[in-house]
């Protein structure tokens, strides 16, 4: 039958590009503990990660358009086996793009932060969305007692310290295993 053909063709593919996510997984977990230990990454390790996580996404699509050719060609009786191929995938792409995401806003640069907080058009002070620093009826900066966050506060080095690093990651990156990469709306008590 040309359709089995076609199938196994196709299931070769995706194995291959199931190998690209693996060895996306091998780069990031040796990082990633190092990360736990110490939230501050080299600038080389950075970039590299930053350019295999662009990468990633155009894996994603890949596996997307196999995947769905595989099921469309499949028969009824086998199409379980493929829908938890795509499971496994799926959930070990969010699993590793949201540490990954997690590792490059932790390193992110006071100016970065910022920017990254405009983008997201959240309050500078509680880095909550919904009000602008002026209303925002959170406390102001520790040091300088102005309307900014304290992870938004310019340091005199622009060395971020190992603690801030790690608390601005997860002040708007959830640390769920899930892989979402999601506002905490925990941590937004003044709304
Ligand atoms: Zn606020
Ligand atoms: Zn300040």
Redesign the pocket.
């Known amino acids: 039958m040309p359709e089995t053909t076609e199938i196994r063709e196709l299931t070769r593919k995706r194995g291959g590009v199931n190998h690209k996510l693996t060895n996306f997984v091998k780069h990031v977990v040796p990082i990633y503990n190092t990360f736990k230990i110490n939230p501050s990454l080299d600038d080389e390790v950075i970039i590299e990660l930053q350019n295999r996580l662009d990468k990633l996404e155009i894996i994603y699509n890949e596996f997307e358009g196999i995947q769905l050719e595989i099921e469309s060609l499949s028969a009824d009786d086998v199409l379980e086996g493929h829908y938890k191929e795509r499971d496994e995938f799926t959930d070990k792409y969010n699993k590793y793009y949201a540490i990954t995401k997690k590792m490059l806003n932790a390193n992110l640069s006071i100016d970065d932060r910022i920017a990254k907080v405009s983008e997201l058009n959240l309050c500078k002070n509680c880095l909550c969305s919904g009000h602008e620093s002026a209303g925002c009826k959170a406390g102001s900066?520790k040091?300088?007692k102005?309307k900014?966050n304290?992870l938004l506060?310019p340091t005199v080095s622009g060395k971020k310290s190992v603690e801030e690093a790690e608390s601005f990651a997860s002040s708007y990156v959830s640390n769920d295993i899930e892989g979402s990469y999601v506002m905490l709306s925990t941590v937004c008590t003044y709304i």
């Open positions: 900066c040091v300088c102005q900014h304290k506060h």
